[in-house]
């Protein structure tokens, strides 16, 4: 008797593979259809939880299968390709499930992290606010300390599965006062249905359509103090921070994902389609564009790999993090452009995929902070590393 | 219970465009992306679907292939089958149905099964002869196009598919049971499941360990010999019925034509 023993690589492998042949049967067949109907796909989330999905990055030790995040991009690349939205779902599960094992205590990551893995209670991220987005350090929601309490009061925008999730990483400020802001922030664990936490609307959307955008409100939600990220108070901008990185390695993981369907319709389509006596796959004019689409994708993707090869050896990567998702957001948005400029008129139709795959490319530009924050952020790294 | 559900690798029906060789006239399986048979995929999950419905049962995978089947059997194990048995040994190349089911029944000989679920054909092949060789080599008898499958005491109670309907057929146990096709939905390995199918135990045998004269298999014991192979015959155009009023009928009848009402 012997075992089939194998690298964990080929176990890696196996699993995108599986991943992928998932997505093939059983999201693309749908997608266009939930898509268009805005509807949450209630049953796909069910297949996806049985699948794993939802543990796959949570340590073992808590329930999960303990994937690297080399590995998760993959998974996330699959999801996209088959349906962006899908991938929105898990990326803020899988933010919240990472704070709490990056920055919980050990009695949070033993409450909270099986729940996760289950995928039965996902997780949603509350940072921004109608009037902080870009700029984090201006929220105003309060946590204010009550006895063995907190009372958490204020509103949170912009809330990726807002309604679906089980459990909300919120920032707040716990301390007003201090200078600069950034120092008087914490992040709280609250659970979806405590009393004064409200959905009080969600947002009709351009693209990205069946998962939730919420505002939250917030009216005097009683939360124990051991619901505190980490147990002290003052480090949630941190730790918000470092869950962004996570993010923003996942965002560009949905753009190359997009963009690869994206380029894969294309390149199908125009060897399908003829214009003056040839497939227009034959015309120079179209081969520019489908290798400029195919070498811009894996350019992407090589820098993905990277900043997620930098997170999973436990560094600071929030410079390949940014380059990554900066290149490969702005990338999705032309090649996707491009994509559909390919397919002519039908592009521009709801008969065709192309046209989701467009509309869905923008968020990208905005989602887990903007191109120009990006710029912002490896720009303040660059004079960093290069200080004469 | 032991459920054991033959099982092979095969082109993967959904990327290869299948080529025979003009010289060996038989399928070319080299240099293309191999897979588990989809249709066995959907075999090993009423196979499991059973296991769990009777309790304290193991389903077991067996099949005869080169080496690199233990891709397809690791795939079976990742879909939640309990063991792989595989047989691969040089002299079992260009083995016929025959020098299969006498290879597979040598392995369930061993075993002592009280099920064996195939798939009715395979997606390369499509003789559908093994699962009755299997079946003559054990002197079981064998239920054959099954869409529901149950156990009451030592009785496999099956629903056959039928051109109009099923019929329910039942026999005494230990039997082979075909699938039929599409009866059963593919269960997704979970990722779970793919990670643990290493820990799972997998035997791999050669002819020797079951005690098979190599001139009964393979090339050499082959009895099916393709005589010719020639190309399909081009679709002839559809017929297109004009409506004068009798359309209905006219389609009627073209579908009763081939057994379609
Ligand atoms: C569909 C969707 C889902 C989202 N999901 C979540 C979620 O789950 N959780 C969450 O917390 N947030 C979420 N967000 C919020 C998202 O992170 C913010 O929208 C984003 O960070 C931009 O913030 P803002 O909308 O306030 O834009 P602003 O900050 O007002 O920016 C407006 C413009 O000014 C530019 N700008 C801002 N500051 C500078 C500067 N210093 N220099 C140069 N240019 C600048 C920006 O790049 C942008 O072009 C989501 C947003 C969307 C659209």
């Known amino acids: 008797m012997e075992n089939l023993e194998t690298p964990f690589d080929a176990d890696k492998q196996l699993i995108i593979a599986e991943v992928r042949r998932f997505v093939d049967r059983e999201v693309i067949p749908v997608a266009h259809q939930l898509e268009h109907d805005d509807n949450y796909p209630i049953e796909l989330i069910e297949k996806l939880k049985q699948l794993g999905i939802f543990s796959a990055t949570i340590p073992e030790a808590y329930g999960g299968l303990g994937f690297d995040f080399t590995t998760y991009v993959q998974v996330v690349e699959e999801l996209s390709r088959g349906w962006m939205s899908l991938a929105g779902i898990v990326n803020t599960h899988v933010l919240v499930a990472y704070m709490i094992a990056a920055q919980g205590t050990e009695e949070q990551r033993q409450r909270f992290l099986p729940l996760l893995a289950e995928g039965d209670k996902r997780g949603g991220l509350c940072i921004s606010e109608a009037n902080a987005g870009s700029d984090v350090q201006a929220i105003t929601m309060t946590a204010v300390r009550d006895g063995e309490d907190y009372i958490i009061n204020g509103a949170k925008l912009w809330v990726t599965n807002g309604v679906h999730a089980g459990i909300f990483a919120v920032l707040v400020r716990t301390d007003p006062n201090a200078q600069p802001a950034h120092r008087g922030m914490s992040v709280f664990l609250v659970e979806k249905g405590t009393p004064g936490l409200t959905v009080s609307r969600t947002f009709e959307k351009l693209g990205y359509k069946g998962v939730e955008t919420a505002e939250l409100v917030f009216d005097a939600v009683r939360v124990p103090a051991v619901q505190l990220l980490g147990g002290s108070e003052g480090a949630g901008f941190k730790h918000a921070m470092s869950g962004l990185e996570v993010g923003r390695i996942n965002v560009a993981a949905r753009a190359v994902g997009l963009a690869q369907a994206a380029f894969n319709d294309a390149i199908r389509y125009a060897q399908q389609r003829a214009t003056f006596g040839k497939p227009i796959a034959q015309h120079q004019a179209i081969q520019l564009k489908l290798a400029d689409m195919a070498t811009k994708i894996e350019a992407a993707r090589l820098l993905l790999q990277k900043a997620a090869r930098k997170k999973d050896r436990g560094e600071r990567c929030d410079l390949e993090a940014g380059m990554a998702k900066l290149f490969a957001s702005e990338m999705c948005q032309e090649v996707t452009l491009d994509a559909l400029r390919i397919h002519g008129g039908f592009g521009y139709t709801k008969e065709f995929n192309v046209e989701r795959y467009y509309r869905d490319a923008p968020f990208m530009l905005v989602g887990e902070g903007t191109s120009e924050i990006q710029r912002l952020v490896i720009a303040r790294q660059l004079l960093e590393q290069y200080k004469i | ?261």
């Open chain 2, 1 to 261: 219970m032991k459920i054991y559900v033959c099982v092979k690798q095969i082109p993967d029906p959904n990327t290869v465009v299948s080529k025979l060789d003009p010289n060996t006239k038989r399928l070319v399986r080299s240099g293309v992306s191999l897979v588990l048979d989809p249709g066995d995929e959907s075999t090993i999950s009423a196979a499991i679907k059973l296991r769990d419905t009777v309790g304290n049962s193991e389903v077991v995978a067996v099949s005869m292939g080169p080496a690199s089947a233990q891709e397809a059997m690791r795939r079976a194990l990742a879909m939640g089958v309990d063991r792989a048995i595989l047989v691969t040994d040089p002299a079992l190349a260009g083995s016929d149905a025959l020098g299969t089911a006498r290879v597979l029944a040598a392995i369930l000989q061993k075993e002592s099964p009280d099920l064996v679920f195939c798939s009715t054909e395979s997606t390369d092949g499509y003789t559908g002869m093994v699962p009755g060789g299997i079946a003559e080599f054990l002197n079981l008898p064998q239920l054959t196009f099954a869409r529901e499958i149950n156990v009451e005491g030592a009785k496999a109670i099956i629903k056959r598919v039928t051109l109009t309907g099923y019929q329910t057929v039942e026999c005494p146990l230990p039997a082979v049971v075909t699938i039929a096709s599409g009866s059963f939905e593919a269960i997704y390995p979970t990722m779970k499941g793919i990670m643990s199918a290493k820990k799972k135990p997998f035997t791999q045998l050669t002819l020797a360990d079951l005690a098979i004269d190599p001139s009964q298999v393979g090339e050499a014991g082959a009895r099916e010999h393709v005589a010719t192979i020639g190309k399909a015959e081009a679709r002839a155009a559809g017929q297109i019925i004009k409506d004068d009023g009798n359309s209905a009928q006219a389609i009627a009848d073209f579908l009763q034509r081939y057994q379609l009402l």
